[in-house]
């Protein structure tokens, strides 16, 4: 009797440790530590081939990784132990996996046919079973919502105090876009179980898509207040302080790291931090193990992430390297517009290199949709065509800075109109400070600018296209001689050019070189011009 005895304590036991090493390894999913799943699950059916259980579990962390292969491997598996140990029996859960890998091969009338078949043999009294197959909908991003709530109020009658099926109700409303419902069932979650974690996290993440920070923030805190060790909501609040106090981000990712698994993502992670946290060094370092850890299969951003620390420690050489080595390596589709401006400053720092440096800022411009990016972008190809005398590429490039800019101003249009002058392309000029004089009337440069323009589309004067700017010059600048000494000598000089030989009026020519002379009595060019005048006027010279 005390044999017997024994012995049942010994199977009692072993099957509490059988459920405990499920549960253990259901834990590590919870969490989303797949790693530790994956390796916990593997170890069970190692230890125990025939742990059906097992199996079950371990598909849905290969499905959460996307291991579809993997996933079909493990069944046939399962398959082979059953063949050869003359298994016929499979549990529910066992059943419910054929159909959700029947789902994510796209074959959802078949996998209905197995779920419906199985749910018939369970008389819908499985709890487990009908949370499985809703749970195998929604991994598949089903859109059969009607179906998954349905399957989840036959488990609530079954289980009233699960917390999991009124989160994933919780999950299905947020798929509907329904969050009213599903902050709703995400609370009932929390009723039933208070630290279930992963309600509240959700509640944020609800939050979060509506740009709700006070909101989100407080579930997001609550959630790791409910469970310290719930890893998901230490990395949002990481990222939410990640742009913000780098500080606070570091304790929440020191917090995720140690709270998830360790792979090669959290790696990338921490990489990232150490330059954002500005420990170029560091981050370099880091980068750097880890491409020789991976060798070739390293992602290429780390390269750029090297180039981006070296140009922040001031060398430029270095980074340029890394960065060439970025451009090479990745995919044209992973570049973004902050890659292509660090080339062009980069590339500004060697001599020879001003077309690819053009080259990079357009294609830097072409990408980005800041629109103030893309006015500073156009800036500094406006001062590169600049430095290269190239006032035509200028203009047109303070053209398009004026043209992107949602508030521009008078002295964005006089530097473009300035440079189409300079070009040589005076109707273009004309018209800038065409539309200069019409949003500023008040102001001289505009007129004056116009006049200079007229003055050499007409350089016979013959049509004197430049007399009424020059005349508005005159009108305008009279109120202040002294600080508009120079425009005024210039439109006297004109004016009376204009009236002594294309008008033949020499009285109104004399009498804008007597206003020069006001100006400036010792101004020998209107001195002569005078007396010339004046002696026509005397003999009546035509």
Not at 65 to 80: P, R, W
Not at 296 to 318: F, H, M, T, V, W
């Amino acid at each position: 009797m005390k044999g017997k005895f024994l012995v049942i304590v010994l199977f009692l036991c072993t099957g509490f440790g059988f459920a405990q090493s499920i549960e253990e390894g259901k834990k590590h999913i919870y969490y989303e530590r797949w790693e530790s799943a994956e390796d916990h699950f593997r170890n069970l059916i190692t230890s125990d081939p025939g742990n059906l259980e097992a199996y079950y579990w371990l598909t849905k962390v290969l499905f959460a990784k996307n291991d579809i292969e993997g996933a079909k491997n493990l069944q046939k598996q399962l398959n082979v132990f059953r063949a050869t140990n003359s298994k016929e029996e499979v549990l529910p859960l066992n059943k419910v996996t054929s159909g959700e890998l029947l789902l994510h091969e796209g074959k959802s009338q078949e996998a209905k046919v197995v779920f419906d078949k199985v749910l018939d043999e369970t008389r819908n009294k499985k709890p487990e079973v009908l949370i499985a197959i809703a749970k195998a909908y929604l991994d598949v991003k089903s859109t059969e919502y009607p179906y998954i709530l349905e399957l989840l109020n036959k488990a609530e009658k079954r289980d009233k105090k699960n917390p999991e099926i009124f989160a994933l109700r919780g999950d299905v409303y947020r798929r509907m876009n329904d969050g009213g419902k599903a902050v709703q069932a995400y609370m009932q979650a929390l009723q039933k179980e208070s630290g279930y974690a992963k309600a509240s996290y959700n509640i944020g993440k609800i939050y979060l898509t509506q740009n709700n920070p006070e909101m989100y923030l407080k579930y997001f805190n609550q959630a790791i207040t409910n469970d310290a060790d719930y890893a998901p909501a230490y990395y949002d609040l990481f990222y939410y302080y990640y742009f913000r106090d780098v500080n606070t981000a570091k304790g929440f990712l020191d917090q995720y790291l140690s709270k998830s698994d360790s792979s090669l993502e959290n790696d990338y992670l921490l990489t990232d931090f150490l330059y954002a946290s500005s420990q170029p060094q560091q981050a370099i370092e880091k980068a750097k193990s880890l491409l020789d850890r991976q060798e070739e299969k390293a992602d290429p951003r780390l390269l750029k992430l090297i180039a981006y620390s070296y140009e922040a420690l001031g060398d430029s050489a270095n980074a340029l390297n890394y960065l060439q080595q970025y451009f090479a390596k990745e995919a044209d589709s992973n570049y973004v517009a902050k890659d292509f401006e660090l080339k062009a400053k980069l590339l500004t720092k060697f001599p020879g290199n001003e077309e690819e440096v053009i080259a990079s800022l357009r294609r830097a411009l072409e990408m980005d949709t800041s629109n103030a990016h893309k006015v500073e972008y156009a800036s500094q190809l406006a001062d590169l065509y600049k430095e290269q005398s190239d006032n035509s590429n200028q203009a047109k490039w303070l053209g398009i800075k004026y043209q992107l800019k949602e508030d521009p101003s008078n002295i964005d249009l006089y530097y473009w109109g300035v440079a189409h002058y300079s070009a040589s392309e005076y109707l273009q000029a004309d018209s800038i400070f065409s539309v200069y004089t019409e949003k500023y009337p008040e102001h001289l440069q505009g007129f004056y600018w116009r006049a200079k323009s007229n003055a050499l589309l007409d350089s016979t004067m013959e049509n004197g296209l430049a007399v009424p700017f020059y005349e508005k010059v005159i009108e305008m600048a009279s109120s202040d001689t002294v600080e508009n000494k120079s425009l005024l000598m210039q439109a006297y000089g004109y004016l009376g050019a204009y009236h002594a030989n294309i008008k033949k009026d020499y009285e109104k020519a004399l009498l804008n070189f007597s206003k020069i002379l006001e100006l400036e009595p010792d101004n020998a060019d209107a001195v002569r011009y005078q007396q010339i005048l004046q002696e026509w006027v005397k003999t009546g010279n035509q």
